[in-house]
């Protein structure tokens, strides 16, 4: 559906594409899930034949939740000049995902380049490709807790006890040229002292 005619979405937040300025050069499509392979088979079918890029979006708080967000160009099937191209079709398409049950057909088998994007949107956002060939996390480590690009997601990352946080701020808290104080300065003249072998109080260690 063109941009100007999305309807807006039930909760806190707007469908996004009902607000967004028109693209001149660009078709906007919102499809529901269990209509995107239809849809990107027949825009494949038109002309779209290269996947530019395929990513994701998280708006917490409207549902459907996340946007699946698939961007199509069209290639001319015999070599063409600029001339005889003229301006060529861009396409996006938007797929809602619900927070309850995250996930979409993958369409690797109709562009292998989507293999790796899935992938990342899988291990940041925690959304499913069914039929996906290797669908396993790609940037974070395999034991990783959660989705580091969802909205709700603890700014410090999950707890973990192995790595308390400090009880003093770090150096790269203090600003340049100011003097640690208070805690920070306590903390660090005991550690200096540690290194020379001195009492806290500055006294050579008997």
Same mark, same amino acid.
């Not at 199509?72 to 600029?82: E, I, R, W, Y």
């Not at 290194?195 to 260690?205: D, S, V």
């Given at each position: 559906m063109p941009s100007s005619q999305a309807p807006s979405i039930a909760g806190?937040?707007?469908d996004p594409s009902a607000v967004r300025p028109d693209i001149a050069d660009a078709e906007i499509f919102r499809v529901a899930p269990a209509e995107l392979r239809a849809k990107l088979l027949l825009l494949r079918a038109e002309g779209c034949s290269l996947l530019l890029d395929v990513g994701a979006v998280d708006y917490l708080g409207r549902e459907p939740r996340y946007d699946v967000v698939y961007h &199509? &160009?069209?290639?001319?099937?015999?070599?063409?000049?600029?001339a005889e191209i003229g301006v060529p079709r861009r396409v996006r398409v938007l797929a809602g995902v619900p927070a309850e049950a995250p996930m979409l057909p993958t369409v690797c088998d109709l562009w292998p380049s989507a293999n790796w994007a899935e992938r990342e949107i899988y291990d940041l956002f925690g959304i499913s490709f069914e039929g996906h060939p290797? &669908?396993?996390?790609? @940037?974070?480590?395999?034991?990783?807790?959660?989705?580091? &690009?969802?909205?709700?997601?603890?700014?410090?990352?999950?707890?973990?006890?192995?790595?308390?946080?400090?009880a003093f701020a770090s150096k790269s808290n203090v600003p340049a040229g100011t003097p640690p104080a208070g805690k920070v300065a306590a903390a660090l003249q005991k550690q200096i002292a540690r290194?020379?072998? @001195?009492?806290?109080?500055?006294?050579?260690?008997t």
């Open positions: 806190s937040a707007l &199509l &160009l069209a290639l001319p099937a015999k070599p063409s000049s600029v290797d &669908l396993r996390r790609i @940037q974070m480590p395999e034991g990783w807790e959660g989705h580091p &690009l969802r909205k709700d997601y603890p700014l410090r990352g999950p707890a973990r006890e192995a790595t308390p946080r400090p290194a020379r072998g @001195q009492a806290p109080n500055g006294t050579e260690k």
